[in-house]
C-alpha cells in the first residue's frame, strides 16, 4: 500500500506545479522597479480569482489620479 501512496503524492505535487507558475511573481513585475504610493482609499473590488484595490494618489502637480492594484 505505500508505494500507491507515494505514487499519489508525487502525482499530485507534479499537478500542482502548473498552479504555481500562474502566479508568478517575477513574470509580471519588476522587482527593481518598487516605489511607495500614498494616497486615499476609495474601492475594494473583490472579484473571482482577484481582488483590486482603488488609490487616489497626487502627483507632484497636485492632480489626482486613481491607481489600481491587484492582489
Known sequence: MKPVSALAIVVLL???APA???HSFSAEFDASKCRDVT???TKVNYENPHSYIFVDVKDASDKVAEAKFQM
Open 14 to 16: 507534479m499537478a500542482a
Open 20 to 22: 504555481s507558475a500562474h
Open 39 to 41: 494616497g486615499i482609499l
